[in-house]
């Protein structure tokens, strides 16, 4: 008995391998969500386009992330989780080498599509096989584990790529996923297991069911049509225009038709029936939300720092910095809490006090402290720490069975990723609409100019301290924003934190009826 209590304090020895190589492919998929955030100015800059084109080569990759995710239950049951990692860590450092070769804007975007369809199954498939290797009752300190880069990725990501931009150049943001790719594959070749997941079907004893061709072309293009559309609010500064308001109600009506579809199947691309349980649900739009607050807003404070602060790329990065002290304290702390008291009971103070970190920057200016601004990154970490991984550990636990983990976990990586994409499109539009809007008036009309000017930094020192007052009102604007979906994440935060004590109580009572079974057992032995 005293032998088996520190063991359990730690992450479990049968996970470590496993742990290992997810945590590598984590780094080099998350860091690359988040490393072009330092590097936009730059790029806009060098390949002569505006904010609103330049955006979406974060837009584009997180889209083809949530894109190809979907699949990624399918695959691991027909093909085993190894094959499919590797294999997509393999055509990953193939087309990152192509986004370090690109020469325009419009190669970049694709090559970043095409990164993102390779990258999307990587760390789904290495949460799948943790999961199932883990089990639900240790998910909470796996997790916590996992989650490091995951949220890390936004506060290092930034500093790696200053680094790089400053010192190289914009290429090597992506040259440098070749060498962690090839560390990735050595070691999982060694370390992760062969066989394949254990979904439904390998349970029943069935061969792995048919792949959904039809929902893989409903729901994909539905969700990329919708955040297309948001974008072009942005450009055209109006939802009543054709390229605007038609991808949006094309992709709406191509979602619905796939969850309507998804519910009349056995087996649909995503397992639309896990929203059935409340706890599950509270955990997806808790995750969706979340990852709309994380990817939208972390793609304003590099623009912030840059564009209001005269910052160069590596001192951004580092201003960012402090949230990774925040966040590996959350993490930690919300690690060991988890298996103790429940996920569900966390996340919403992690998201109160993700909300207390984010309520600054609604009132961010031209001038506001460094201190205040590094000390409320500092909070924000903390929130999110206790949030994101806390959420997914939350729905893995409302599951019925360990079959159901590999159709889970791709819901939940789509979630969070469209939850991104739809908060960068998003705040971004709400951005450039205010700079249009604050710029415009401080200018005497000229807003196009000034605003399109003061994204790009190509205004002189004089002309930004000028504009730094309406710059700053500009980004505290969108900041709002982004508060607005945390407090809204609080609703079914509360509901998961409800849900999961009835589970709690439900399994007690199981155990509990279970327990004068054991007696009875071992009273001949003890005869």
């Given amino acids: 008995m005293s032998d088996a209590a520190p063991k359990e304090k730690g992450l479990p020895k049968d996970v470590r391998p496993i742990a290992i190589v997810v945590v590598i492919g984590a780094i080099m998929s998350i860091l690359d969500a988040t490393i072009v955030n330092v590097a936009l100015q730059t790029l806009r800059s060098d390949l002569d386009v505006s904010l609103a084109t330049i955006q979406w080569v974060s837009t584009g990759y997180l889209l083809a992330l949530a894109a190809v995710i979907p699949l990624t239950g399918w695959m691991a049951e027909r093909f085993g989780p190894r094959r499919v990692w590797m294999g997509a860590v393999t055509a990953f450092v193939a087309t990152s080498a192509l986004c370090g070769a690109a020469w325009s804007a419009d190669a970049l975007i694709a090559f970043r599509v095409l990164q993102g369809l390779a990258g999307g199954m990587i760390m789904p498939i290495g949460m799948i096989t943790l999961a199932q290797a883990a089990g639900p009752k240790r998910m909470g300190r796996v997790m ?8 890390m990725g936004p506060v290092i990501g930034p500093v790696i790529g200053g680094l790089l931009i400053d010192n190289l150049s914009w290429r090597w943001i992506f040259f440098v996923n070749v060498p962690i790719g090839a560390v990735g594959l050595a070691l999982a070749y060694r370390l992760l297991p062969a066989g394949r997941a254990a979904g439904r079907a390998s349970e029943a004893g069935h061969a792995t069911p048919p792949l959904d061709k039809v929902g893989l072309a409903l729901l994909p293009v539905g969700v ?5 559309g948001l974008s072009e609010v942005g450009t055209h500064r109006t939802l009543f225009t054709p390229s605007a308001w ?7 009506v191509l979602v619905t038709a796939f969850v309507v579809r998804a519910l009349r199947i056995e087996h649909p691309l995503v397992q639309v029936r896990l929203f059935g349980g409340r706890g599950f649900s509270a955990a997806a739009a808790t995750t969706f939300l979340i990852g709309g607050a994380l990817f939208g807003s972390m793609i304003l404070l590099p623009l912030y720092y840059q564009v209001v602060r005269g910052q160069s790329p590596l001192h951004a990065g580092l201003l960012m910095a402090p949230q990774g002290v925040g966040t590996a304290i959350g993490m930690f702390v919300s690690g060991r809490l988890a298996d103790r008291i429940g996920p569900g009971r966390i996340v919403p103070v992690g998201l109160l006090i993700l ?21 409320a990154l500092v909070v924000r970490g903390l929130g999110l720490g206790a949030t994101m991984m806390p959420a997914m550990a939350a729905a893995y636990a409302t599951l019925d069975s360990a079959a159901e983990v590999p159709r889970a976990t791709p819901m939940l990586n ?6 991104g994409s739809l908060g960068v499109a998003v705040l971004t539009v709400v951005l450039e609409n205010a700079l249009q809007s604050k710029v415009g008036a401080v200018t005497g009309g000229a807003a196009g100019g000034g605003a399109d000017g003061a994204v790009g930094g190509t205004l002189p020192s004089a002309v930004r301290e000028r504009l730094a007052e309406p710059l700053g009102a500009a980004f505290a604007n969108a900041y709002t924003w982004s508060l607005v979906g945390i407090v809204l994440a609080l609703v079914p935060a509360l509901l998961l934190m409800r849900e999961e004590r009835r589970a709690r109580l439900e399994a007690a009572a199981a155990a509990a009826a279970a327990e004068p079974s054991a007696p009875r057992a071992e009273t001949p032995v003890a005869a």
């Fill in 144 to 151: 916590s584990v996992v989650g490091v880069p995951m949220l």
């Fill in 224 to 228: 990329a049509s919708v955040v297309f």
């Fill in 246 to 252: 038609l991808p949006v109600v094309v992709g709406m």
């Fill in 355 to 375: 909300a207390a970190g984010t309520i600054p920057y609604a009132f961010i200016g031209g001038d506001t402290s460094y201190g205040i601004l590094m000390g």
């Fill in 414 to 419: 789509v979630l969070q990723r469209v939850g």
